[in-house]
C-alpha cells in the first residue's frame, strides 16, 4: 500500500493520502470479490488512473524544481508567490 505500491517523490506530500486510499479501495474490493485474484486486479483497475496521474505530477515538479533555465525558476517564485497569498 501507499509508496510501496507506486514511489512518487516527495514533492506533492501525497504518500500518507495515497496509502489511506489504497486501504479503502482494497478492503472493499476484498469484500466484494470471491477470489484475492479478481479483488486484486479490480484494486488495480481503480487505483492505477490515479497513482498514475500523481506519480507524474510529482516527477513534473521535479523537473521544474531542479532546472536550469532562469524562466523556469521565474515561473515557479511568481507561481509560489502569488499561491501564498
Not at 516527495?10 to 500518507?16: N, S
Not at 493520502?17 to 484494486?43: G, P
Not at 487505483?47 to 496521474?53: E, G, S
Request: charged content about 25%; aromatic content about 12%.
Amino acid at each position: 500500500l501507499g509508496d510501496s505500491c507506486h514511489a512518487t517523490l516527495p514533492y506533492i506530500g501525497q504518500g500518507a493520502n495515497q496509502a489511506i486510499e489504497d486501504a479503502i479501495y482494497l478492503a472493499d474490493c476484498l469484500d466484494r470479490h470471491n477470489t484475492h485474484t479478481e479483488a486484486y486486479q479490480d484494486y488495480y483497475d481503480k487505483r492505477f488512473p490515479r497513482t498514475k496521474r500523481i506519480v507524474q505530477m510529482a516527477e513534473w515538479i521535479d523537473m521544474m524544481c531542479h532546472s536550469e533555465s532562469w524562466f523556469m525558476h521565474k515561473a515557479l517564485d511568481v507561481l509560489f508567490s502569488s499561491m501564498m497569498k
